[in-house]
């Protein structure tokens, strides 16, 4: 298993880089399986979770051309409907493959993804939306079966905003007959991204970015060709990173409105952020003060940078209450961090952080993806060294992370555990 080493305290400027977005990048290869040919997708950050799907789609029978830079999914040779539980249990949205197959076969078994470290994350609005596209709902043995001849539009709301459920209902109804309403849906800009790629394969879609979102329902699905949008959560821990070391610091692809709640947060503790034509400039010399954030759904402050912040917020002046709305579990990096030196205490949902003037450097042990980024954010101003355990949570979402952010000037290497 790999760790980062890193020596704290290091000035960081320079030019860096998004990469394509993660959870642009997924729902999109599962909508792949819509197509009646091979769809290509580029600009394919090289991840984990991304090679998790590429194995998933291969093991369903689709022929999978990469996914280095970009992936050809043809899937004409798929012929099995069922996502087995060692692939769901360690990519969750795997999910993503339900609402696809059962448009498209009319059958798909998966694995219930069970819990996670953040929380339940239950995906019964996911079923219950299909349900209402006519889909017969069955569970046994640890897994769901979602069954149909044919879906037909509906008008459904879902209960609550629900990223990657908006992703499967909204690929189902491209090929249900006739409209579709879906309401309280979640406005994610990877969700923009999908119905781009859905009006490129033929299929109506109005309204994807707001919480209403219209669907004219095709009989088959042309292949389509896109690029993945840049990683707004990657930019946005790009952006913690330039502010904690000083900058400028410019990070290439990083997209304004699709990172206001953050810029805003981080202009409100202190930061200077310039835009620029496809980038973000970010400095901040003389610290921080403490704020106060509620994270939302999008175009809230993302939840999936809200450990990132902590990691700032732990040496800011004074202290900053932070709510965490959207999972029940999201705190767990805070007794590392704490390891550090952070001053924070945790009730339920809300932590309140107190600003102490440095973090000393120490072991600390990833937990999952954002939480790993937050320690890694933390070693690079916390005094001496820092060792961040188990990054294989890192590699899921981060694409090589490490030079990213050697090349703008940090002490941070990845070395091999020993003995493991
Ligand atoms: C997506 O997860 C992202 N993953 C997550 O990013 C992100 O944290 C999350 O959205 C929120 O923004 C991908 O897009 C692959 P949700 P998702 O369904 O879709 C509840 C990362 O770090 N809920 O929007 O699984 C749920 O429990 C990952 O890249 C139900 O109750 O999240 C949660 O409290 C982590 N029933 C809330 O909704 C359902 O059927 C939001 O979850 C579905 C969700």
Redesign the pocket.
């Known amino acids: 298993m790999d760790k980062f080493v890193i020596e704290g305290g290091a000035p960081l400027r320079g030019t860096v880089q998004v990469s394509g977005a993660?959870?642009s990048a997924?729902p999109l290869m599962a909508c792949a399986l819509l197509a009646d040919g091979p769809s290509t997708i580029r600009r394919l950050p090289d991840l984990a979770d991304v090679r998790t799907m590429a194995r998933l789609l291969r093991k369903l029978g689709a022929k999978v051309n990469g996914p280095s830079g970009q992936a050809v999914i043809d899937p004409k040779g798929v012929n099995l409907f069922e996502a087995p539980y060692e692939l769901v249990k360690t990519m969750?949205?795997s999910v993503l493959v339900l609402g696809p197959l059962l448009a498209r076969f009319g059958h798909a078994k998966i694995s219930l993804p069970g819990g996670c470290a953040?929380?339940?994350?239950?995906?019964?609005?996911?079923l219950k939306g299909l349900e209402a596209l006519g889909a017969q709902i069955a569970f046994e043995h640890g897994y769901v079966e979602a069954k149909a001849k044919s879906l037909k539009g509906t008008i459904f709301t879902f209960d609550?905003?629900?990223?990657?459920?908006t992703e499967n209902v909204l690929m189902a109804a491209a090929l249900a007959k006739g409209k579709t309403t879906l309401r309280n849906c979640?406005c994610?800009p990877?969700i923009v991204q999908l119905a781009d790629a859905l009006r490129l394969m033929g299929v109506g879609v109005e309204g994807a970015g707001t919480q209403t979102i219209e669907v004219e329902g095709v009989s088959s699905l042309k292949p389509f060709l896109i690029d993945v949008i840049p990683d707004r959560?990657e930019a946005g821990t790009l952006l913690v990173a330039g502010a904690l070391g000083k900058g400028p610091v410019r990070v290439e692809g990083a997209v304004r409105e699709h990172l206001e709640a953050i810029v805003e947060k981080l202009v409100e503790a202190g930061a200077r952020i310039e835009d620029s034509p496809g980038a973000l400039t970010v400095s901040a010399d003389d610290g921080f003060k403490g704020v106060n954030i509620k994270t939302q759904e999008f175009p809230g402050f993302?939840?999936?940078m809200q450990a990132q912040f902590m990691s700032l917020l732990a040496c800011a002046r004074g202290s900053s209450v932070l709510t965490e709305t959207?999972?029940e579990n999201r705190f767990i990096h805070v007794p590392e961090l704490v390891r550090l030196g952070a001053k924070i205490s945790v009730d339920g949902r809300t932590a309140v952080i107190e600003g102490v003037k440095k973090l000393s450097g120490a072991p600390v042990m990833a937990t999952d993806?954002?939480a790993s980024a937050s320690l890694v954010l933390a070693g690079l101003i916390a005094e001496g060294k820092t060792e961040v355990l188990r990054i294989y949570h890192l590699d899921r979402?981060y694409e090589r992370l490490e030079k990213k952010l050697s090349a703008l000037g940090a002490r941070i290497e990845r070395t091999k555990m020993e003995g493991v």
């Open positions: 993660k959870n997924l969750r949205a953040i929380g339940a994350r239950p995906i019964d609005q996911h609550v905003q629900t990223v990657t459920g979640a994610e990877e959560i993302a939840t999936d959207i999972f993806l954002r979402g």
